[in-house]
C-alpha cells in the first residue's frame, strides 16, 4: 500500500460546482497533514493545513478523519482559478525529523 | 510573491558541464530542503539541512552536491549530470525540520543534454 493515495483524477466540473477530493494515508503515526495546489510548472504552493477538528477557509473545507486514515478537501462554488493539481501531504516523524510524503496529485479543471 | 526564490529559472546542461543552482529565503526559517520533480509526479526529496547541518540525503548519487552556505542559502552543485537528472528542481523552507509547512521556491528547470 501507498503511504499516501490519491485518485489522480482528473476531475472535470463547471464553474459554481462542489467538488471533493479525498486522500488516504497508511501511517497511523502520521502527524501533520497539509493540502497544496500546484498549476502546471509552477511549484506547489501551500493552500491549508488540515487539523482533526476541520478547518474552513474561504470556499475550502478540510477534514481530517485518524480513525479511517483519510483526509478530504472541499471546494464550494469553483471557480476557473481553482483548476490546479491538489497535492495531499503527510507528515511522517523520524526522531527529530519529520518529511512531507506527496501524494501524487488529484487534477481539477473547472469549465466555464 | 514567495519569499522563496531560486535561481537560475531555466539551465540547459551538458553532461560534462559543472553548475550550481542557488536558493535563497528571507524568512528566517531554519531548515531547507532540495526537492526534484518530474512531470505529472509528485516532488521527491533530495536533501534536508536543518541549521545549516546535512540531516537528511535520500541517497542521492554523488554527481549531486549540496552545499549551506549560511541560514539563508542553500546550494546544489551539478556535475557530471545524465539526461535523466532533467526535472523541475525545488527548494524549499520551513521554521524548523519538523513537519511544519514548507515554502517552496518557483524551482529551476533543469535540461541535461
Known amino acids: 500500500r501507498k503511504e499516501v493515495e490519491q485518485d489522480p483524477g482528473p476531475f472535470n466540473v463547471p464553474e459554481g460546482a462542489t467538488v471533493a477530493f479525498n486522500c488516504t494515508y497508511s501511517n497511523s503515526a502520521s502527524q501533520s497533514f497539509f493540502w497544496y495546489r500546484q498549476d502546471c510548472r509552477k511549484e506547489p504552493k501551500l493552500l491549508m493545513s488540515?487539523?482533526?477538528s476541520g478547518n474552513e477557509d474561504g470556499r475550502f473545507t478540510a477534514q481530517l478523519n485518524r480513525a479511517s486514515q483519510y483526509i478530504s478537501l472541499l471546494i464550494r462554488d469553483s471557480k476557473l482559478s481553482d483548476s490546479a493539481t491538489y497535492l495531499c501531504?503527510?507528515?511522517?516523524?523520524?526522531?527529530?525529523?519529520?518529511?512531507?510524503?506527496f501524494g501524487k496529485g488529484t487534477k481539477l479543471s473547472v469549465k466555464p | 510573491d514567495t519569499e522563496v526564490t531560486q535561481t537560475p529559472k531555466h539551465l540547459v546542461m551538458g553532461m560534462t558541464n559543472k553548475k550550481s543552482l542557488k536558493c535563497e529565503q528571507h524568512m528566517g526559517h531554519r531548515a531547507m530542503y532540495w526537492y526534484k520533480q518530474k512531470a505529472k509526479k509528485p516532488p521527491e526529496l533530495m536533501f534536508v539541512?536543518?541549521?545549516?547541518?546535512?540531516?537528511i540525503n535520500e541517497s542521492v548519487p554523488s554527481r549531486f552536491s549540496p552545499e549551506c552556505p549560511n541560514s539563508s542559502l542553500l546550494n546544489l552543485h551539478l556535475h557530471a549530470l545524465q539526461p535523466e537528472d532533467s526535472a523541475l528542481y525545488l527548494c524549499?523552507?520551513?521554521?524548523?525540520?519538523?513537519?511544519?509547512?514548507?515554502?517552496f521556491g518557483p524551482g529551476t528547470r533543469l535540461t541535461v543534454t
Open positions: 524549499a523552507s520551513s521554521s524548523q525540520a519538523s513537519g511544519v509547512e514548507q515554502y
Open positions: 501531504v503527510v507528515v511522517n516523524y523520524g526522531g527529530s525529523q519529520g518529511n512531507l510524503i
Open positions: 539541512y536543518s541549521y545549516e547541518k546535512l540531516s
Open positions: 488540515v487539523y482533526s
